[in-house]
């Protein structure tokens, strides 16, 4: 991406098992805002920012997407160009955009999947980053888009493996008729021989990806 000229900024999260939700997805906002107060410095442009993750970082972008200022997603510290660390809320958090590939859409829906294929280490991940069945159920993006609860609804670009033993594809379904129900954009790019997290090696679906998502990006950039 960094190569067809954008600017990438690869950010740092919370995770487990030192931390639970909602803390990694109020370090994604955090990292939106501090793009934004620092954009001159960066040569960003503030008004067209997208988020790209994949797999539990695709679930944290596309939480992040729909409660851009939430509550749950205030008070992170970020640095400001005078080296001062402090909140800064008062910056929108809005994303234009979101590229998610292979995304853990619904963390209970792919938690009690886990559970029935047996898949323990899945299993074990999810408890340590979520709190309790409820708390996945608060951060299921299909849930949250259906019932009225998204604060926003940018264009997406879903990516799914055909081969991903650790992604059902109901549960990437869901998420596609969620977003379509409430009126946004969505693109669906599927690789039907592909394994999860294909886009970290080098392939010929790998470079069909990379097209994808340049495409997609300068489309909803216009």
């Given amino acids: 991406l960094a190569e067809e000229g954008y600017l990438v900024v690869a950010i740092d999260f919370r995770q487990s098992p030192d931390y639970q939700h909602p803390d990694g997805s109020a370090d994604v906002t955090a990292a939106v805002r501090w793009v934004r107060l620092n954009a001159d410095s960066l040569g960003a442009n503030p008004d067209q920012i997208g988020l790209i993750g994949s797999s539990s970082g695709g ?3 596309l939480l992040a997407a729909v409660r851009p200022n939430d509550q749950s997603h205030l008070g ?14 008062e910056i929108d958090a809005s994303v234009d955009y979101v590229v998610a590939m292979w995304p853990v859409s619904s963390p209970i829906t792919r938690y009690r999947y886990a559970q029935r ?8 991940l ?9 708390a996945m159920w608060d951060a299921s993006i299909p849930r949250i888009v259906t019932a009225g609860e998204a604060g926003d609804l940018p264009p997406i670009l879903v990516i799914q493996p055909g081969m991903d033993s650790n992604i059902p594809q109901d549960m990437t379904f869901d998420l596609l008729k969620a977003w379509q129900s409430r009126g946004g954009k969505v693109d669906y790019a599927f690789y ?14 790998t470079d069909d990806m990379l097209k994808a998502i340049t495409a997609f990006i300068a489309r909803v950039s216009d």
């Fill in 59 to 61: 679930h944290l972008a």
């Fill in 117 to 124: 294929a047996g898949i323990d280490q899945l299993v074990s």
């Fill in 126 to 134: 999810t408890e340590r980053y979520f709190s309790d069945e409820n």
């Fill in 76 to 89: 992170t510290p970020i640095r400001g160009e005078s080296d001062d660390f402090t909140a800064h809320d």
């Fill in 192 to 205: 039907p021989g592909a394994a999860h997290a294909f886009g970290h090696r080098p392939s010929e679906d």
